[in-house]
């Protein structure tokens, strides 16, 4: 293949490769100097597919919303600006801040679309200007991780897609099949090449990877937590024994839990499950693999955390989906730059202080923190703050109220490395140059660091005193949640969760811009059951009003067999349905509760609208 | 089939292994100028499976055609030539797989090609490349007469082990 370069899709951390030809695309209409994707045969996680959105990996390059000059805001007007002018700029306003507020004013958020090295620059930054606040900012990643971490589960982990082509026994948490399709080949593989194989998948609808389950383990909706919980049990009690340190800190939580209990939550058939462990623990080569996000479940987190406990305890290998490009990097650099420091706050807790005027800057580097965080907080906090400073590649809800907007680049347009789901190093090369006068992170934050003062380096301070609870205090959150549903806070009947529709996913940062979703889904829709959509008398493609505690929007309907009569799907990327999500940040996780709320659906009136 | 350039591989779906992830309806999206010629078929509301042209070897749709945009080029593929075609839609009505779908980009029939571009390479379609599950196939026609499975560009339950 003439100039190819081989290149990571830059939507998910599944690590796919693919081939960028720069100047021979179009071969239909013969224009030069657009690039061509090729789909890479010998590619060691796809073996050649792509996925929807890795499909659309070259339209980020060439797309006609690229931001391509930098923007400063003047006179309340965002206007093209050199680059010299908006560093300048950006770093005399760091300075006035920290003067006049303090360093621990101005906070600094890394995206997942930063590679290894730039997010450890950022941290270098964040070091310089003094502040405790740096993290990582997409929540349904940074709960996730979370989620494993608190659980101290050391699993061993899936570190190559031949594993999973030689597994006999898998288990699926959640729609995996629609998160990361790519994925879905060697799973396939693993269960149609082999005999007397299981591929165990537990949902609560007939999603598309459900299709494929044996057994299929149908939760009731958003109570993966209670099945795991209850697998897990069941493994720690046939196993026996107290040796092993992790089984005597699970079996501590998991005692005084009533076995009837859990299992009447959970809603699944005890002989699946069973056979299902039995598969787990037997056979030789078994995997758990979870692949829910969002808030498609109760506690995302305490659904990664069981999953990789009950990996450990059947001895079976483990891989977690996570939705950002490089979240397991950029995770990981924030962690080893000994960030977050004594006092510093997480992400979410950023955006809160914000709106309670606590924090005063945010500069936030490959990401769209008013759109992945809770509209309510993004809200108080776009009001609040003084400076907002974002560097990103294509116009974003964060850059709308920025008044520093840094043109970026995207993958393919710039070098480094990666850390994938896998846990493997990925190479990115510079294929094409970005566009116009937009630059890498990277390069941004060196000048940007060098406009800085040369601030000595505060020491490490040791984490420690952040107020951690343990990670399965919250179990009984599902009995609770049981007695919330009664008090009836929530102003409707029907659980909203997020789809995944195939080419969809992240916090839309980059998936509404592009062609194929808007040409499959021009419209944020909302899935009903056929049973729910003739209770409200309405068809397909009529319009509804959804109503949550926190927003209202009118949503497109579309009909949904398989779909539990308690449950309504919205595409999460969409920025009017994540203003529906009651997430809440968690003050004891310091994190986000990333809880799927109830909603209320209502048709409108012929004329009305 | 007098000519030598003629291509005898057509794609196949293995009906076991779709997950309906549309990655190749995409494939097709990017590499046509965002014109998709792959139509998704519903299947009883459980299944979204791509449905792909045939090819045939007497085509109803060229035969519909009023303009003669429609014809069989030398490596026997059925092609549409986008500027004699003025989108009609009567080959829309005419095909027997309904492969043809009613949304016309730029007053233009989408049409499969077969990647004509790639395959004359040595290459695969894109949607075949693309697709993120094995389940389609660009294969030898020649290689499934005789063969079960394959029915009518379909590749049916192997074994009764398959989608338990």
Redesign the interface.
């Given at each position: 293949m003439k100039n190819a370069e081989r290149s990571i899709c830059p939507f998910c951390s599944m690590g796919c490769t693919l081939f960028i030809r720069p100047g021979t695309g179009a071969p239909y209409v013969g224009q030069e100097g657009i690039p061509a994707l090729d789909y890479d045969p010998e590619g060691h996680v796809n073996r050649g597919s792509l996925c929807g959105k890795g499909n659309m990996a070259l339209e980020l390059m060439t797309h006609p919303h690229r931001l391509q000059t930098p923007l400063l805001r003047l006179d309340g007007e965002l206007r093209p600006a050199s680059w010299d002018a908006a560093l300048d700029t950006l770093a005399s306003e760091i300075e006035r801040i920290r003067n006049a507020d303090g360093p621990d004013a101005i906070g600094i958020l890394a995206g997942p679309c930063l590679s290894n090295e730039e997010a450890a620059r950022a941290a270098t930054l964040a070091h310089r200007i003094g502040t405790p606040h740096f993290d990582f900012c997409l929540p349904e990643d940074r709960v996730i991780l979370g989620g494993i971490a608190r659980s101290r589960a050391h699993p061993e982990p899936v570190t190559s897609v031949e594993e999973i082509d030689a597994m006999t026994a898998m288990l699926v948490v959640g729609d995996l099949f629609t998160l990361a399709p790519c994925i879905a080949k060697p799973i396939l593989n693993a269960r149609y090449e082999r005999r007397h194989n299981v591929l165990g998948v537990l949902g609560f609808w007939k999603s598309r990877t459900a299709l494929f389950g044996k057994p299929l383990l149908r939760n009731r909706p958003g109570r993966e937590a209670v099945v795991l919980a209850l697998l897990l049990a069941t493994a720690l009690d046939d196993v026996g024994g107290r040796s092993v340190p992790w089984r005597a800190e699970a079996r501590m939580v998991l005692d005084g839990l009533d076995r009837a209990t859990l299992q009447d939550l959970a809603g699944v058939e005890t002989a699946d499950l069973a056979w299902l462990l039995d598969a787990l623990r037997t056979e030789e080569r078994s995997g758990v693999f979870v692949g829910c996000g969002f808030a498609e479940t109760e506690r995302v987190d305490l659904v990664a955390g069981l999953a990789a406990l009950l990996a450990e305890a059947t001895g079976s290998r483990f891989l977690s989906m996570l939705t950002g490009p490089n979240s397991r990097g950029v995770h990981r650099a924030v962690l080893e730059a000994g960030f977050p420091k004594a006092g510093g706050l997480t992400s979410p807790e950023m955006l809160e202080a914000a709106g309670t005027g606590d924090l005063t800057a945010i500069v936030s580097f490959g990401c769209d923190p008013l759109s992945s965080l809770p509209g309510r907080l993004a809200d108080a906090a776009a009001e609040k703050l003084e400076l907002v400073a974002v560097t990103g590649a294509m116009p974003s809800e964060t850059s709308r109220v920025a008044d520093v907007v840094l043109p970026s680049a995207v993958w393919g347009e710039k070098t480094g490395t990666t850390w994938s789901a896998f846990g493997e190093a990925g190479a990115l090369v510079e294929a094409m140059p970005p566009p116009g006068a937009a630059r890498p992170d990277g390069a941004i934050l060196a000048d940007l660091g060098a406009r800085l003062d040369d601030a000595p380096d505060a020491p490490d301070a040791p984490r420690i005193g952040r107020g951690r609870r343990g990670f399965f205090d919250d179990i009984d959150l599902h009995v609770r949640m049981e007695q919330r549903e009664l008090v009836g806070r929530e102003v409707g009947t029907h659980l909203l969760l997020p789809e995944f529709v195939p080419s969809h996913s992240g916090d839309g940062l980059f998936t509404r811009h592009l062609s194929w979703p808007r040409h499959e889904m021009p419209e944020p829709v909302i899935a009903l059951s056929r049973a729910h959509a003739a209770e409200l008398e309405v068809q397909e493609g009529d319009h509804v009003r959804v109503r949550s505690r926190e927003a209202e929007a009118v949503l497109k309907v579309r009909v949904e067999l398989n779909l539990p009569d308690d449950v309504v799907l919205a595409p999460p990327h969409y920025p009017e349905v994540r203003r529906l999500t009651s997430w809440r940040l968690d003050t004891a996780l310091r994190d986000l509760d990333l809880r799927p709320g109830r909603v209320s659906v209502e048709p409108i009136p012929e004329g009305t609208r | 089939m007098t000519s030598p350039n003629v291509v005898t591989k057509r794609i196949v779906l293995d009906l076991?292994?779709c997950?309906?992830?549309?990655?190749c309806?995409?494939?097709c999206?990017?590499g046509?100028?965002?014109q998709?010629n792959l139509v998704p078929g519903k299947v009883a509301?459980?299944?979204l499976l791509p449905v792909h042209c045939r090819h045939c070897a007497q085509p109803a749709c060229a035969a519909a055609c009023p303009t003669g945009a429609l014809y069989t080029d030398e490596y026997g593929f059925v092609r549409r030539s986008e500027l004699l075609c003025i989108g009609c839609r009567s080959c829309a009505l005419a095909c027997p797989f309904g492969v043809i779908p009613d949304e016309f980009v730029r007053h233009v029939a989408p049409k499969c090609d077969l990647c004509v571009?790639r395959v004359v390479e040595g290459g695969i379609p894109?949607c075949v490349?693309?697709?993120?599950?094995?389940a389609l196939s660009f294969v030898d026609l020649e290689e499934t007469v005789g063969t079960p499975e394959y029915v009518g560009g379909r590749i049916q339950s192997r074994s009764t082990?398959?989608?338990?």
């Amino acid at each position: 293949m003439k100039n190819a370069e081989r290149s990571i899709c830059p939507f998910c951390s599944m690590g796919c490769t693919l081939f960028i030809r720069p100047g021979t695309g179009a071969p239909y209409v013969g224009q030069e100097g657009i690039p061509a994707l090729d789909y890479d045969p010998e590619g060691h996680v796809n073996r050649g597919s792509l996925c929807g959105k890795g499909n659309m990996a070259l339209e980020l390059m060439t797309h006609p919303h690229r931001l391509q000059t930098p923007l400063l805001r003047l006179d309340g007007e965002l206007r093209p600006a050199s680059w010299d002018a908006a560093l300048d700029t950006l770093a005399s306003e760091i300075e006035r801040i920290r003067n006049a507020d303090g360093p621990d004013a101005i906070g600094i958020l890394a995206g997942p679309c930063l590679s290894n090295e730039e997010a450890a620059r950022a941290a270098t930054l964040a070091h310089r200007i003094g502040t405790p606040h740096f993290d990582f900012c997409l929540p349904e990643d940074r709960v996730i991780l979370g989620g494993i971490a608190r659980s101290r589960a050391h699993p061993e982990p899936v570190t190559s897609v031949e594993e999973i082509d030689a597994m006999t026994a898998m288990l699926v948490v959640g729609d995996l099949f629609t998160l990361a399709p790519c994925i879905a080949k060697p799973i396939l593989n693993a269960r149609y090449e082999r005999r007397h194989n299981v591929l165990g998948v537990l949902g609560f609808w007939k999603s598309r990877t459900a299709l494929f389950g044996k057994p299929l383990l149908r939760n009731r909706p958003g109570r993966e937590a209670v099945v795991l919980a209850l697998l897990l049990a069941t493994a720690l009690d046939d196993v026996g024994g107290r040796s092993v340190p992790w089984r005597a800190e699970a079996r501590m939580v998991l005692d005084g839990l009533d076995r009837a209990t859990l299992q009447d939550l959970a809603g699944v058939e005890t002989a699946d499950l069973a056979w299902l462990l039995d598969a787990l623990r037997t056979e030789e080569r078994s995997g758990v693999f979870v692949g829910c996000g969002f808030a498609e479940t109760e506690r995302v987190d305490l659904v990664a955390g069981l999953a990789a406990l009950l990996a450990e305890a059947t001895g079976s290998r483990f891989l977690s989906m996570l939705t950002g490009p490089n979240s397991r990097g950029v995770h990981r650099a924030v962690l080893e730059a000994g960030f977050p420091k004594a006092g510093g706050l997480t992400s979410p807790e950023m955006l809160e202080a914000a709106g309670t005027g606590d924090l005063t800057a945010i500069v936030s580097f490959g990401c769209d923190p008013l759109s992945s965080l809770p509209g309510r907080l993004a809200d108080a906090a776009a009001e609040k703050l003084e400076l907002v400073a974002v560097t990103g590649a294509m116009p974003s809800e964060t850059s709308r109220v920025a008044d520093v907007v840094l043109p970026s680049a995207v993958w393919g347009e710039k070098t480094g490395t990666t850390w994938s789901a896998f846990g493997e190093a990925g190479a990115l090369v510079e294929a094409m140059p970005p566009p116009g006068a937009a630059r890498p992170d990277g390069a941004i934050l060196a000048d940007l660091g060098a406009r800085l003062d040369d601030a000595p380096d505060a020491p490490d301070a040791p984490r420690i005193g952040r107020g951690r609870r343990g990670f399965f205090d919250d179990i009984d959150l599902h009995v609770r949640m049981e007695q919330r549903e009664l008090v009836g806070r929530e102003v409707g009947t029907h659980l909203l969760l997020p789809e995944f529709v195939p080419s969809h996913s992240g916090d839309g940062l980059f998936t509404r811009h592009l062609s194929w979703p808007r040409h499959e889904m021009p419209e944020p829709v909302i899935a009903l059951s056929r049973a729910h959509a003739a209770e409200l008398e309405v068809q397909e493609g009529d319009h509804v009003r959804v109503r949550s505690r926190e927003a209202e929007a009118v949503l497109k309907v579309r009909v949904e067999l398989n779909l539990p009569d308690d449950v309504v799907l919205a595409p999460p990327h969409y920025p009017e349905v994540r203003r529906l999500t009651s997430w809440r940040l968690d003050t004891a996780l310091r994190d986000l509760d990333l809880r799927p709320g109830r909603v209320s659906v209502e048709p409108i009136p012929e004329g009305t609208r | 089939m007098t000519s030598p350039n003629v291509v005898t591989k057509r794609i196949v779906l293995d009906l076991d292994r779709c997950t309906g992830c549309r990655a190749c309806g995409a494939a097709c999206h990017v590499g046509h100028h965002d014109q998709t010629n792959l139509v998704p078929g519903k299947v009883a509301d459980v299944a979204l499976l791509p449905v792909h042209c045939r090819h045939c070897a007497q085509p109803a749709c060229a035969a519909a055609c009023p303009t003669g945009a429609l014809y069989t080029d030398e490596y026997g593929f059925v092609r549409r030539s986008e500027l004699l075609c003025i989108g009609c839609r009567s080959c829309a009505l005419a095909c027997p797989f309904g492969v043809i779908p009613d949304e016309f980009v730029r007053h233009v029939a989408p049409k499969c090609d077969l990647c004509v571009d790639r395959v004359v390479e040595g290459g695969i379609p894109r949607c075949v490349a693309a697709c993120t599950a094995g389940a389609l196939s660009f294969v030898d026609l020649e290689e499934t007469v005789g063969t079960p499975e394959y029915v009518g560009g379909r590749i049916q339950s192997r074994s009764t082990l398959r989608r338990a």
